[in-house]
């Protein structure tokens, strides 16, 4: 209902100069950073490499869930989020450049003599030979977790994501330029390839999150984990949604597309995986904790002493209640200056999560925090946003020529 | 209910009940919503097939206060629960499970967080129907045979007339300027508001009827009856097979439990070493270990380990009679509670290892028998280990009489180990004095020399 009125025709839709000047902050930051994270870290090598994985696995999480973001709204056709789709679709076709971050994982572990002692003090012991052969388990085990088997494996998760992201952005792409008839059929065709892609997708990051993080302590096993991480990964990518369409609109670009109806969705999704992520962070912790078996108590163990408690409890009230009863609110979600603060706290609170995930192992007793952990992960958000923004300038912000924008735009939310 | 009583009412009271103006789309609807509103009417509602977005705020409805009501809901859902949980558990009825805390958080959140999304639900429901004044049994819109298309294509608007600012000149003129396809007046619902009668008997009938069972409930909880209770779940109570104590037709002796045959032992059912398996050596109560129970730090450890586990619980951690279960019935003031035996006391000190070893096995007294629970070797390895507490206790306790069968403990490989020369004159002290349980074996003979042998030289034992 008299929906048109809300856009006005001189709309920037393009990025220009601010994006390079963007990007170049961004990645010069970025880059500083990281450089200097590394030279710092240098002496310890293992401390470094686990603060890379924590960083890494946080910017790959937020692009995951930017990805499922992309698909399930592809699938479902919804019409909501037209006016933000070009955004998302930016940034989780981001995959090929975390691709080509993971070599900081991968390389060491494709490097790393599996006869030798370094691989027994590598991040994940599993890669020593020495280790198999002493534990009865990881024997068993080593069918799934061995050196060849898990680089086919991360090596096929990253292709599927990067594809399938570039696909997307492709089409979409595609749309700009296509006519009426053909910019219908495109929308009908990423609707069609999302219910496959939802497929691959559950499958790749739950064995993701199972390889490159569960695998840390190769004796501890939960089917729930690769859910855990979905949910951190979802939480994360609605809070980015947030603040680059805050950014985004703070530089001119989309103010009359973006209105508070779909901030209060992306508000809404984003309270509801706060939730989410409770009720999954939970229900793994009761089970384990009511089972009380041994070689499950172990991980919640290391995060339940020495300083550890601190952080775990600390999850409990920062990622869950506090932001549960900020959020509860529908005029918090309506209100940008609120939304955006939640989803940057949300942000914070998920790089804690993803270290809590990460760190305890082999850190029993001390929680070593510290400088490198901030300048590699400011790092690697810093060189995203870089390519996202240098990518991004030039290309339409919004897929003008979908024919559901119109629905979108005059979106109301209740 | 006579037709001319409510020809009569109509004419007495013949307000309308409002008016109802039609429109085609829902575009119209809210054009029209927006005047109405505009003009001032307070008593007045849109009805369409279906929700038309944007319609609240033409109408200038306020927001709704429900979510207000829900969050209370829920956050009454998770104290209830909580309080439920931990006033059940911890407080009047705690019960000891493994030792688990009686009100573990982790254990109560499942629960928490159904109440909380329970109460939450049922109120947004109930509080949703109640603000909206449902549910409504009847409204006079029902009568008016356009109205019908309410739940099809048409969208209506009616404004009351108990409205202050109605007039029914100007509102129609209002609704002509809105380009209503149609305006009708609706008149007054004029039916009785009287329950039928039958509705009331119907009502009292099924009442009386309720009261039927409980009855039934409490005739037979007064009194007895000699029919078997029904057996509407059988559960697998009834099935063909023979139990212990049962007749069995298929044997002469018509028992159902079979002995062994004859000249026949099961496997490892061989009790021939009596010493191992009795304590008896002879005639008499072993006095020291059988040869198969080695002496050594590892049997003593073991023997430390099952006492912690079976006798620790009544007799304390030194035997002292002060375990945890004694301590907790002393506190609950159990009537038929008896302390547990300070297994230090001379009174078990001076019996020979056979003799207690057939207590540990058999049980005494209100103690229970531990011979089905705790293999044969350590029930050894426990005696070996409570030799050693009786003679910690003898040597750093309170003890004032000497304990000379606690030379037992030493290995029947290593007999001078006893602690011979502690209480010189021990070997004198019990004898003539029976002790409190087994009088007529009590005499323990000189420790020095009672060690070595094996062989009883004691005094016939008491019966088992």
């Avoid at chain 1, 010069?28 to 240098?42: D, H, N, P, Q, T």
């Avoid at chain 1, 609707?191 to 997708?201: E, K, L, Q």
């Avoid at chain 2, 000149?169 to 039958?198: I, N, Y």
């Avoid at chain 2, 586990?309 to 304390?316: L, N, S």
């Amino acid at each position: 209902m008299a929906s048109e009125t809300k856009v006005s025709a001189d709309e920037k839709l393009q990025l220009g100069g601010e994006a390079t000047r963007f990007s170049n902050i961004a990645l010069g930051v970025g880059a500083v950073s990281l450089v200097a994270g590394v030279a710092i870290g240098l002496g310890d090598k293992e401390g470094l490499l686990r603060s890379y994985l924590t960083a890494f696995m946080y910017v790959l999480s937020i692009t995951l869930g930017l990805f499922w973001f992309v698909a399930i709204n592809n699938l479902v056709n919804a019409k909501w989020w037209i006016v933000v789709r070009r955004v998302a679709e930016i940034l989780a076709s981001q995959m090929p450049v975390i691709a080509l971050l993971s070599l900081g994982i991968i390389l060491p572990i494709a490097l790393v003599d599996t006869a030798g002692e370094g691989a027994i003090q590598s991040l994940y012991a599993w890669l020593s030979d020495a280790q198999v052969h002493a534990s009865h388990l990881l024997h068993h085990k080593s069918a799934y977790l061995n050196k060849p088997f898990f680089l086919i494996r991360v090596v096929a998760y990253f292709a599927f994501w990067a594809g399938v992201s570039l696909w997307y952005l492709n089409r979409s792409l595609a749309q700009d330029k296509a006519s009426k008839a053909e910019s219908e059929l495109i929308a009908q065709q990423m609707g069609r390839v999302s219910a496959p892609v939802m497929i691959g997708f559950g499958l790749t990051l739950t064995f993701c999150a199972f390889d490159l993080l569960m695998s840390l302590d190769y004796t501890w096993f939960s089917t729930i984990f690769g859910v855990y991480y979905f949910a951190g990964s979802v939480l994360s990518a609605y809070a980015t949604m947030v603040l680059t369409l805050l950014l985004l609109q703070r530089a001119g670009a989309l103010k009359s597309y973006v209105n508070e109806n779909h901030y209060h969705d992306l508000g809404k999704t984003m309270f509801a995986f706060t939730v989410f992520w409770a009720y999954i962070g939970f229900s793994q912790f009761m089970l384990i904790w009511y089972a009380d078996i041994p070689e499950e108590t172990h991980w919640y163990q290391w995060r339940l002493r020495g300083g550890w408690e601190l952080i775990s409890y600390g999850l409990i009230v920062l990622h869950f209640a506090i932001p549960f009863f900020g959020l509860l609110s529908r005029n918090v979600k309506r209100n940008r200056k609120w939304l955006g603060f939640w989803a940057a706290w949300l942000l914070i609170m998920h790089y804690v999560d993803i270290y809590w995930l990460v760190f305890p192992k082999d850190n029993e007793g001390t929680v070593p925090f510290g400088v490198v952990d901030v300048l590699v992960v400011v790092g690697l958000v810093g060189l995203l946003a870089g390519v996202a923004a240098r990518r991004a300038k030039g290309m339409q912000l919004v897929p003008v020529k979908d024919a559901r924008l119109p629905q979108s735009i005059a979106f109301e939310n209740y | 209910m006579s037709h001319e009583n409510e020809t009569q009412t109509t004419a007495v009271n013949n307000r309308p009940y409002g008016l109802l103006a039609e429109y085609d789309g829902p575009d119209q609807l809210i054009a029209a919503a927006k005047q109405v509103s505009a003009a001032g009417y307070s008593r007045w509602d849109c009805y369409s097939p279906f929700p038309v977005h944007g319609i609240d705020p033409a109408m200038r409805i306020k927001r709704t206060k429900l979510p207000y009501i829900v969050v209370v809901a829920g956050l009454t859902g998770t104290t209830t629960a909580l309080v439920m949980q931990w006033w059940t558990n911890a407080v009047d009825y705690p019960l000891i499970v493994s030792g688990k805390p009686f009100f573990g958080v982790p254990a109560n959140i499942p629960i928490t967080f159904e109440l909380t999304v329970l109460f939450a639900a049922i109120t947004t429901f109930v509080s949703m129907l109640l603000l909206n004044g449902l549910p409504k049994h009847s409204s006079p819109l029902d009568y008016v045979k356009r109205f019908d298309r309410a739940s099809d294509d048409k969208f209506f608007i009616v404004i009351e007339s108990e409205d202050p600012k109605y007039d029914e000149a100007q509102t129609q003129a209002l609704f002509q300027r809105t380009h209503a396809a149609a305006v009708e007046s609706v008149p007054a619902d004029t039916t009785s508001d009287q329950v039928p009668k039958g509705v009331i008997y119907a009502i009292l009938i099924i009442a009386a009827l309720a009261l039927v069972p409980f009855g039934l409930f409490a005739s037979a909880r007064s009194s007895t009856s000699g029919d078997l209770p029904f057996h509407l779940v059988h559960n697998m109570d009834f099935q063909e097979k023979y139990k212990p104590q049962k007749k069995s037709d298929f044997f002469a002796d018509h028992r159902t439990s079979r002995g062994d045959v004859e000249g026949t032992i099961a496997v490892g059912a061989l009790r021939h070493d009596s010493h191992f398996f009795a304590g008896r050596v002879g005639d008499a109560w072993a006095l020291t270990l059988p040869d198969r129970v080695v002496a050594d730090a590892a049997t003593m450890a073991r023997g430390q380990e099952k006492f912690g586990v079976y006798c620790a619980p009544c007799h304390g951690a030194t035997g002292a009679g002060d375990g945890m279960v004694h301590r907790r019935a002393f506190a609950l003031k159990e009537g038929t509670w008896v302390k547990p035996t300070n297994i230090s006391d001379r009174s078990v000190a001076i019996q020979p290892i056979g003799q207690l070893f057939n207590a540990v096995t058999h049980g005494i007294r209100q103690m229970p028998a531990y011979g089905s629970q705790v293999e044969t070797a350590d029930r050894w390895a426990i005696l070996l280990y409570v030799r050693a507490l009786q003679h910690s206790q003898k040597q750093y306790g309170s003890q004032e009489a000497p304990v000379p069968a606690a030379t037992d403990t030493a290995p029947a490989s290593a007999p001078t180990d006893a602690p011979a020369g502690d209480v010189p004159g021990a070997p004198a002290a019990p004898v003539g004095e029976p002790a409190a349980t087994a009088a007529p074996q009590a005499t323990a003979p000189n420790p020095a020399a009672s060690a070595p042998k094996t062989e009883g030289a004691d005094a016939p034992a008491e019966k088992k």
